[in-house]
């Protein structure tokens, strides 16, 4: 079985600091690597895509990967308490059948 | 805008009952999935279909079945509804095997 880790938190950041997500993935032939917000009683909404190694940059969010390690990290800067949330991260087996979810991990942000 | 649109949203029923919940995109995607979620477990794949008359078995498929006889719906039925099946179900859809999943708002069903 696949698997997708993540740390279930909860992660407390003050507010302006950064959150640091992070995931692990066992499937060595993973391509398609995902982060999902989603608020309580709400559906998971896409916040980053990230197909290479490297970091990608979209506002104050950057998510890293490094297939190497099969390890990928969301980054938010400037956290807000609009931030806290629960994160989900999701990869996309070699085999391209659908995403696998980690657990997700629960993001504080007190003002 | 195109979107994915579940319903019911709510769902009350008993056990042995059978159940479909529906799920209706206009994206025009071929792809199209179901999942569960639940404390602890996190979304859990029951379903998925890459086109018309395409269905397969995702992680947690047992007590479910799909059918796909248009681009635009994916009904879920659980053909005996057991307690087991309380849940949070979400609908989603992609443009390709790579792309992000576009999710539907949710069904909560309760199995009593």
């Known amino acids: 079985q696949k698997e997708v880790e993540q740390n279930s938190g909860p992660l407390s950041v003050p507010e302006g600091a950064i959150a640091s997500l992070n995931c692990t993935y066992s499937?060595?032939?993973?391509?398609?690597f995902f982060w999902y917000r989603q608020y309580s009683g709400k559906s998971p909404e896409l916040i980053m895509f990230i197909y290479s190694n490297g970091d990608k940059e979209d506002g104050r969010f950057t998510a890293q990967l490094n297939k190497a390690s099969q390890y990928v990290s969301l980054l938010i800067r400037d956290s807000q308490p609009s931030d806290s949330a629960t994160y989900l991260c999701?990869?996309?087996?070699?085999?391209?059948?659908?995403?696998?979810f980690g657990k997700g991990t629960t993001l504080s942000v007190s003002s | 805008d195109a979107e994915i649109t579940q319903s019911p949203r709510h769902k009350i029923t008993e056990t042995g009952r059978q159940v479909t919940l529906a799920c209706h995109q206009t994206?025009?995607?071929?792809?199209m999935f179901w999942y569960r979620q639940d404390l602890g477990h996190g979304l859990r794949l029951i379903h998925y279909s890459y086109g018309v008359q395409d269905t397969n078995k995702g992680e947690v498929s047992d007590g479910y079945s799909v059918s796909r006889s248009n681009t635009e719906d994916l009904p879920l039925t659980l053909e005996s509804a057991a307690s087991s099946q309380t849940s949070v179900y979400f609908c989603?859809?992609?443009?390709?095997?790579?792309?992000?999943?576009?999710f539907g708002n949710g069904t909560r069903l309760t199995v009593t």
């Open positions: 999701a990869v996309n087996n070699q085999a391209g059948t659908a995403l696998i």
């Open positions: 499937d060595r032939g993973s391509q398609s």
């Open positions: 994206w025009n995607h071929n792809n």
């Open positions: 989603a859809s992609s443009e390709s095997r790579n792309s992000p999943l576009h």
